[in-house]
């Protein structure tokens, strides 16, 4: 089945320093690809996506790359503000295993502490 | 900006009572998702409705868990009995078909007492 392995967390960063979270994901067909984020006691809004192999994602600084060869969708940004703490979240759709539903999958999440 | 609403906010109930959650998704949205988060953990989808049909409710536990969207548009889902381990954030979602992006609630974070 579809799945997203995310790094563990949690990350504890200073003011200005970069940031890799690291994505891999398993999926049938060609998923799209998403980062989401989750500030404390909030919903999810999403950071940003790709559709396509080697399609560059990018958004408030971040950015992510769709690398089909290493099944990767890693984020990054150079340099973390302190508003930036709070949980990513990878996240794939694709078709499920019965073929006839686009499904979107998570991985577990990514605490993200940046300190000034 | 239009948004996907959840109520309520947060709910605190005894073991084997009843509980309800409400969404209301962006108008024009078919496509209405009731994720589950447990502290710590990724969401993982509850219950997927296109329209007023369910498309996948394959990770319900359908034995106490319920959920409806009569007319197409606002959901419910329940929960009777509650359990202590059902205490999570519930998460709605809606986008506008199966394959574009999805916009989430705040969620209803529920504590099982």
């Known amino acids: 089945g579809n799945s997203v392995t995310q790094m563990e967390g949690p990350v504890t960063l200073s003011e200005e320093a970069f940031l890799t979270i690291n994505c891999t994901y398993t999926?049938?067909?060609?998923?799209?690809l998403f980062w989401y984020v989750q500030y404390p006691g909030e919903g999810l809004q999403l950071l940003l996506k790709?559709?396509?192999?080697?399609d560059k994602g990018s958004n408030k600084g971040f950015e992510a790359t769709y690398r089909k060869e290493t099944t990767s969708f890693h984020l990054e940004k150079g340099s973390v503000q302190v508003s930036d703490s709070a949980v990513y979240f990878c996240a794939l759709r694709a078709v499920d295993s019965g073929g006839s539903n686009y499904k979107l999958t998570f991985g577990k999440g990514t605490l993200l502490t940046v300190n000034p | 900006e239009a948004e996907v609403a959840q109520s309520p906010r947060y709910k605190i109930t005894e073991k084997s009572q009843a509980v309800a959650f409400w969404c209301d998704p962006i108008s024009g949205h078919a496509t209405l998702y009731w994720y589950r988060q447990i502290l710590g953990q990724g969401p993982e989808l509850l219950v997927q409705f296109q329209d007023e049909s369910v498309v996948d409710d394959s990770q319900l536990p359908k034995d106490r868990f319920s959920a409806e969207r009569l007319k197409g548009v606002d959901s419910t889902l329940k929960i009777q009995p509650a359990e202590l381990g059902d205490s999570a954030m519930y998460l709605c979602?809606?986008?506008?078909?199966?394959?574009?992006?999805?916009?989430f609630g705040q969620g209803t974070r529920l504590t099982v007492v």
């Open positions: 999926a049938t067909g060609y998923p799209s």
């Open positions: 979602a809606s986008s506008f078909g199966v394959n574009t992006e999805a916009f």
């Open positions: 790709a559709t396509k192999a080697d």
